[in-house]
């Protein structure tokens, strides 16, 4: 089993950043990336970025140039800066693991409010 334990949600006034962490602990062996999601009120969960065990990065279109996914790899976490927040990024924000094989992981998730 894998476990990922999302923080640093809050609320943060639109143009700021806030920074997300998720740490991974367990059988993290199993993954070969982990990633973020985000699901807003009345919407679906939706891609926001991800990041694989080589390094290599993926954002939606909604977020590039603004987040970027981060690793470290000793401390097994991964996280996520969020930059020039707007208020349509507010939303519940999972971590996400994606395994080699059976099913995907995720985090309790952690909420992130901008205010306009």
């Known amino acids: 089993q894998v476990q990922l334990v999302e923080a640093g949600g809050g609320l943060v006034q639109a143009g700021g950043s806030l920074r997300l962490s998720c740490a991974a602990s367990?059988?993290?062996?199993?993954?070969?990336?982990i990633g973020w999601a985000r699901q807003a009120p009345g919407k679906q969960r939706e891609f926001v970025a991800a990041?694989?065990?080589?390094?290599?990065?993926n954002y939606a279109d909604s977020v590039k140039g603004r987040f970027a996914i981060s690793r470290d790899n000793a401390k097994k976490t991964v996280y996520l800066q969020m930059s020039r927040l707007r208020p349509e990024d507010t939303a519940v924000y999972y971590c996400?693991?994606?395994?080699?094989?059976?099913?995907?992981?995720w985090g309790q998730g952690t909420q992130v409010t901008v205010s306009s």
């Open positions: 367990g059988s993290t062996s199993r993954l070969n990336a």
């Open positions: 996400r693991g994606v395994a080699t094989v059976g099913h995907d992981y």
């Open positions: 990041i694989n065990s080589g390094g290599n990065t």
